[in-house]
Nanobody
């Protein structure tokens, strides 16, 4: 049974940093696409970043490029999102997601699309104050 558990959220002032973690377990395959998504109150869930576990190739939404870094530790089966230079508009619930579709991670337009992912964590809240 696939499980994703996020942690690391919290409250921080603008300009600060946080690192989110997502512990993964129960994956039947070794190659899959992992993504970070976020949802602010009253808004749709949006893709933030993705990574392909085999190659480490990544995609980022333009709003976080240069500030956020997605990474993985295969030995620990853990996904990370390092968030620097945080802004109030980054405030949201952050979710990690996974899917096994071949080539999902090849194209950013699919890799950052919520509907493409079948497995989701419960989310962790990030609040950035000005």
């Amino acid at each position: 049974q696939v499980q994703l558990v996020e942690s690391g959220g919290g409250s921080v002032q603008a300009g600060g940093s946080l690192r989110l973690s997502c512990a993964a377990s129960g994956f039947p395959y070794s190659r899959y696409c992992l993504g970070w998504f976020r949802q602010a109150p009253g808004k749709e869930r949006e893709g933030v970043a993705s990574i392909y576990t085999r190659s480490g190739s990544t995609h980022y939404d333009d709003s976080v490029k240069g500030r956020f870094t997605i990474s993985q530790d295969n030995a620990k089966n853990t996904l990370y999102l390092q968030m620097n230079s945080l802004k109030p508009e980054d405030t949201a619930m952050y979710y990690c997601a996974a899917d096994f579709k071949i080539n999902l991670c090849d194209d950013a337009s699919y890799a950052l699309k919520e509907a493409e992912y079948d497995y989701w964590g419960q989310g962790t809240q990030v609040t950035v104050s000005s």
